[in-house]
């Protein structure tokens, strides 16, 4: 008798012991860019302003000249054409801008993040060491690998083409760009993005927010027709049909 | 992207987003004149329902039994369907009446602002900073 009872408390002791920790957090669904236009942000969850890059001098002189030769344009009505004209989607790390719904869908092994807007899908490898950057071709996302701390998903990436940039910020193809995600409320996802850099002076750092969505379904996004094209002095015009 | 033609061209990444980025920044917002508006009516020849923009072909009465054809540039349909429009919303032989701003340069063609169905339904395609399209027509 004694022995049957010795038996049971070992196996709930066993139990006990085996209860599961807290699970990750599951972030899967569809989440929009917070706060969306028109609506004013809850202090609390709003994304950060993102700063001007900080450039090593060498390269922000380039830079600025770009950005005035860009208003100069935009004030003549001529903008420069730029890779949505030609169909070219984002890359990382633009696409977590969020210009359209995002799509998250998440396992153990590995999480995919899809952006509406150009239909572009990122993967993300969990816990797996992340490649150096000349280890893999560039590309336009690169190579991700992810990991948990606590709450936070921690997101490493490297080997981005250096011609696929966020607002005209030149880079290396060994940027790397550090992500950590969390939630701020159940329906609100926070992205801080770090990028780091051997052109830039120090980490460049910016935050975007998400609100999920409810019953919301992605949709394709094929860029198409684009009756959008660049001539010679590299204005835009619009093809009409005669 | 570095597109490697006589004129190094700026790369805009980051930047061109609908609708949360400043309006001038939009690649091909800039070629409509935001200053004023024309006001078109007649019917609609194409529906385009394509990334990323949709497009409204339409034969406008002139006067006199006269058209003249316009090509009017909306915003993604992807955009657009959370604003309540599908690929049906407009459809060939639609008579239709549309505030547009017209294209800088000229052509006949321009922003579509406000679309009027024929049922007399208000239709916008959620352009980017729409308040800044003044409309006059």
Known sequence: ???????????????????????HPDFSGTWERYPPPGEK?????????IPDPPLKAQYRADREKQQKLLAERIEEGQPAGDNYVHCIPDGMPAMMMG??????????????ITQEAFSQTRRIYMNQKLPKWD?????FY??????????????ETTGIKANVRFRWTPHSEAMKIIERIHLLAPDILQDQITVEDDYLEKPWTYSYSFRRMKDYKLQEYVC??????????????????? | MKIERGLRLVFLSGAIALPVVPAGAHHSFAMFDNTRSITLHGNVTAFQWTNPHAYLELDADQGGGATKHYTLELTSPNMMSRLGWSSRTAKPGDMVTVIVAPLKDGQPGGLLLVLTLPSGKKMLPGV??????????
């Open chain 1, 99 to 112: 210009m359209f719904p995002m799509e998250v869908f998440q396992r153990a092994g590995q999480i995919n």
């Open chain 1, 142 to 155: 690169g190579a991700s690998v992810g990991h948990w701390e606590g709450q936070t998903l921690v997101i």
């Open chain 1, 1 to 23: 008798m004694s022995k049957a009872l010795l038996i049971g408390a070992l196996l709930v002791g066993t139990a006990v012991a085996a209860a599961p920790k807290a699970a």
């Open chain 2, 128 to 137: 980017p900073n729409a308040e800044r399209y003044k409309i006059t027509s």
């Open chain 1, 135 to 139: 280890e893999v071709d560039p590309s």
């Open chain 1, 41 to 49: 942000a809850d202090p609390r969850y709003a994304p950060t302003p």
């Open chain 1, 224 to 242: 198409e027709d684009n009756r959008e094209y660049v001539d010679e002095a590299g204005k835009v015009h619009l093809k009409i049909d005669k």
